[in-house]
């Protein structure tokens, strides 16, 4: 005993030791993992998006600049997909973790300093664009409708020409240069204004404008690109690219430091693995007399366990057989059940079978008379002296009784009645069948078996609890399948049968359908009853569940029906809405041959 | 680094080649529908119309945007809490989703931003968050459908997000004009084609351009002259973008309108000054063209306005 415990302490010391090598070992590891490459990529990849949008942006902010574009779309959709990424990059933990946080914020003002750049591009763009258009329209009508350019011939119209000229070309070309040249061709032209008379000049005057407009717009808007493309984002974008670079080049040196740490933990480990495997084939002896000693006390387990096993098959044995007793006896407590059903089934027949008999057994005085008459007749006819008067009264009396034969019908009363009273007989007899089909002992499950005549047969049998009841037939064409018929018969019944229970006293119907449905004979029989509630729907498989009063129900009925279709292959299931009815639907399978 | 640059050389190369393509129309068609959060968004429906969110209970966002009105109101001012006049006109919140930011001045960045200044502000719900929460939190139902679409539940947050949700499902598809775009030639009549190319010659759609046909830049009102000194009475909401960025070069800039409705949602302009299209029109030609049109180009011009009105969504 006291040996037993000390090993077994060992044993726990032993795994111990074992899962602190092994926690050590995945810290070791854990611990090389520092510099994760996928997150790296990651950040790497949102770097790399911000970047190419950004370079998009600018290309896109050229195409506006030169006119190739007319919708701002384009320079507008690229800032809230860079917020975008810069979200994306704020809620990552490593950027927080490097301590980047504010290399971020300094990368998101700078976005925002660079939208608000393009947003007066674009202001100062339209306005630039729509003048440089107006221009050629207005120096033409300058030209032709100032009236006082005819009196003033040719230097005007050269005057307006060259303001156009230096306009259009410091739109192109913006240096100092070509500015004080516009800026001089503007000059003249307004020192024209003031020796015209002030109607005559309108035209000049609208040019004028839009030329000054043009000369703000074009310097504002020069130094304005240059100030978008100067934005420091990518350098932004770069120093935290840089920064991550580093922080990941010492988390891969860390790495690396932590890796050699474990290869020399793994070689220790690997010596001690080495050491243990020396000292066990040492101790090997001692485990072959141990093994021995095992071996023994293993022969003494086998016996016992062969004994516990005999035993249990015993106790199998005997719980099979009483579970056949159970479904042999729920079926005589079904059958008990409808006993007083059949036997009134069968009075009916037998009561006017009988009367019918009785009533032939009354008539057959008649026919007796008949034969005595007829025979008196002959008797008078055939002797060799021939009596008149006695001759006449036979005839008489034997003409009276066929005109009264014939007046009653007798002949056809009793033709009817024979013929009823064999109806009756046959009624009687179908019952006898199908109580004899249906209770059949047969255990095998060899038979084919069609169960639309097991769902008759458990039809005729309940007809008694389906008296009230519309009973709705729909049978699919269906193959046989190989069961046990009274055993389905008995599901059938119970099925049935507490289908009609569940419905009103004033009537209902009850529908029984059979199907193929994959490889399977399915049977539906649905009641429009008062329905099971939810709660008690899974329980109705339930050995003695019932909600029948005491008595009246074994509760066994429908445990026993799912027994018999499990053990068939089979599978059954209810469906079920309370005050709508009840469908329970069995599924056979179609076994192979079994197919007609 | 060089296969950066690389990259990048080919990205920049792809681009320039797609700008090479023949010129596009300056306005493009709006999609058929625009994907929101179904369940966030019928929130927002709910709180579109709930007057919860005024001090006094008196006004939900649709009384200031109204849907037969190209979701804007037919008045130079809306009213908020207590008569208080607004010092702007309604903008119209139909395809919100398309505008680069919001409000007349462009002082939102987002509908949610909207939604936090209307409710603080005096001259629309002057009302406030904690309020607001209590007066909807007596709400089972309304409770409920948040904790269902948010796992924070109600708060300030989410019930900006759903209205913004629900403001960014409000497009109106399917202009005639957007058919056009599509390849409907028939869609519009040779007047109103004549308009577009005349909306194009004038210069009006330097600004008004992209999905919305305007919505995505700023501008100064009275580039070619001053509409607000002309108009009389400069008022603190004249000065428009300067309010929000106290830039002097931001004095009198607005956000560019969307057009796109425009035929709904008279009068016009940020003080709602122009009472119809066509002195709009003519505003426009005057302060910001610099220019002058024939009576009959204007007239066209406003029939192809016209063709920019869409299906306008059931009202809330």
Redesign the interface.
């Known amino acids: 005993m006291n040996k037993f415990a000390s090993s077994s302490l060992r044993r726990l010391g032993l795994g111990f030791a074992l899962v602190l090598a092994l926690a050590v070992l995945g810290w070791l590891y854990e611990k090389t993992q520092a510099a994760d490459v996928q997150q790296r990529a990651a950040l790497e990849e949102s770097f ?1 998006e911000i ?2 949008l950004d ?2 942006w600018n ?2 902010i050229m ?1 506006a600049k030169v006119g ?6 384009p320079i ?1 959709a690229p800032l809230s997909r860079i917020q975008d990424v810069i979200s994306r990059l704020h809620s990552d933990a490593t950027l927080t973790r490097f301590g980047l946080a504010s290399q971020l914020e300094a990368l998101r003002g700078a976005f925002k300093s660079k939208a608000e750049l393009v ?2 591009f ?2 100062r ?3 630039l ?3 440089l ?2 221009l050629p329209t ?1 120096a033409g009508e300058a030209k032709e409708g100032d009236t006082s350019l005819r009196r003033a011939g040719q230097p005007r119209a050269a005057q307006i020409d060259a303001v156009l000229q230096e306009s259009l070309a410091y739109a192109l070309i913006t240096d100092d240069a070509q500015q004080s040249r516009l800026a001089q061709a503007a000059g003249e032209l307004e020192g024209s204004l003031s020796d015209s008379p002030s109607e005559s000049t309108d035209s000049r005057r ?1 040019l004028l ?2 030329v000054r ?1 043009v000369m703000t717009q074009v310097t504002a808007q020069s130094g304005l690109l240059d100030r978008i493309l100067k934005v420091p984002t990518v350098q932004a974008i770069d120093a935290m690219s840089h920064a991550t670079d580093a922080r990941f080049s010492v988390l891969s040196a860390e790495s690396e430091y932590w890796r050699k740490v474990l290869a020399g933990y793994a070689a220790v480990l690997l010596a001690a693995v080495t050491y243990t495997g020396f000292r066990l084939s040492q101790s090997y002896a001692q485990i072959g007399r141990m093994n021995r000693a095992l071996r023994y006390a293993n022969d003494g387990l086998e016996r016992r366990v062969q004994e516990r096993t005999r035993e249990l098959g015993t106790a199998l044995q005997s719980l099979r057989e009483s579970e056949a007793q159970l479904i042999q006896s729920e079926k005589m407590s079904s059958l008990g059940q409808m006993v007083a059903g059949i036997a009134h089934e069968m009075n009916t027949p037998l009561a006017y079978v009988r009367s019918n008999i009785e009533l032939v057994h009354d008539q057959l005085g008649e026919v007796s008379d008949l034969v005595r008459l007829a025979g008196a007749m002959l008797s008078a006819l055939d002797a060799e002296d021939p009596q008149p008067d006695q001759l006449a009264q036979a005839y008489a009396s034997l003409s009276a009784l066929v005109a009264s034969f014939s007046e009653y019908s007798i002949v056809e009363d009793l033709s009817r009645l024979t013929k009823d009273g064999v109806h009756g007989l046959d009624q009687i007899r179908e019952i006898v069948v199908n109580l004899r089909n249906f209770s059949r002992l047969d255990r095998s499950r060899t038979t084919r078996f069609d169960v639309r005549e097991g769902l008759d047969s458990a039809l005729s049998i309940a007809k008694s609890e389906l008296k009230r009841h519309s009973v709705e037939k729909r049978y699919g064409d269906v193959p046989k399948v190989f069961c046990s018929p009274s055993q389905l018969n008995q599901v059938f019944l119970n099925v049935i049968v507490n289908a009609a229970q569940a419905l009103p006293e004033s009537g209902g119907r009850i529908r029984v359908a059979s199907s193929t449905e994959a490889e399977q004979v399915r049977v539906d029989i649905s009641d429009d009853g008062c329905g099971i509630p939810p709660e008690l729907v899974t329980k109705i498989f339930d050995p003695f569940f019932t909600t029948k009063e005491i008595g009246k129900g074994t509760g066994l009925g429908l445990s026993i029906a799912y027994k018999i279709i499990q053990e068939h292959g089979g599978r059954v299931a209810a469906r079920s809405t309370v005050g709508k009815g009840t469908t329970f639907s069995i599924w056979l399978p179609i076994n192979e041959g079994s197919s007609q | 680094m060089l296969v950066r640059m690389l990259s990048q050389i080919v990205a920049i190369g792809f681009s320039v080649a797609a700008v090479n393509a023949p010129a596009a129309e300056p306005i493009s068609p709006l999609p058929m529908s625009v994907q929101v959060d179904r369940e966030k968004a019928a929130i927002g429906k709910m709180l579109f119309v709930d007057k919860r969110l005024s001090k006094d209970e008196s006004l939900a966002c649709v009384s200031c945007h109204q849907f037969d009105r190209g979701g804007s109101f037919p008045a130079q001012f809306p009213r908020g809490v207590g008569g208080r006049m607004h010092s702007f006109n309604s903008p119209s919140i139909f395809n919100a989703a398309f505008n680069f930011k919001h409000l007349w001045s462009g002082g939102a960045e987002s509908v949610e931003a909207v939604v936090e200044q209307v409710v603080a502000s005096p001259q629309v719900f002057a009302s406030s968050w904690p309020d607001v929460l209590q007066r909807l939190s007596s709400d089972d139902r309304l409770v409920g459908s948040f904790r269902k679409a948010y796992p924070d539940g109600m708060n300030a947050r989410t019930v900006k997000n759903a209205l913004a949700e629900y403001t960014r499902s409000l497009v109106t598809p399917n202009a005639r004009f957007d058919r056009y775009l599509k390849g409907e030639k028939s869609a519009i009549t040779a007047d109103e084609l004549k308009g577009y190319e005349l909306f194009k010659k004038y210069g009006c759609v330097s600004c008004h351009q992209g999905i919305n046909v305007g919505g995505n830049m700023l501008q100064t009102f009275g580039v070619m002259g001053n509409y607000l000194q002309d108009r009389g009475g400069v008022r603190d909401a004249d000065l428009g973008r300067y309010n929000v960025t106290r830039k002097e070069s931001d004095r009198f800039v607005f956000k560019v309108p969307s057009l796109r409705n425009v035929a709904l949602t008279a009068p016009y302009f940020h003080d709602g000054s122009a009472a119809t299209l066509t002195q709009a029109v003519e505003v426009m030609f005057k302060y910001q063209l610099g220019r002058r049109a024939s009576e009959q180009d204007v007239a066209l011009i406003i029939k192809f306005l016209d063709t920019l009105t869409g299906e306008v969504p059931p009202a809330p």
């Open positions: 790399r970047h190419q370079s998009d290309v896109d195409a190739l574009t007319e919708s701002y779309d507008v947003d007066e674009k202001s763009n339209s306005i664009r729509n003048s258009r107006y207005l609208t404008g839009h407009t």
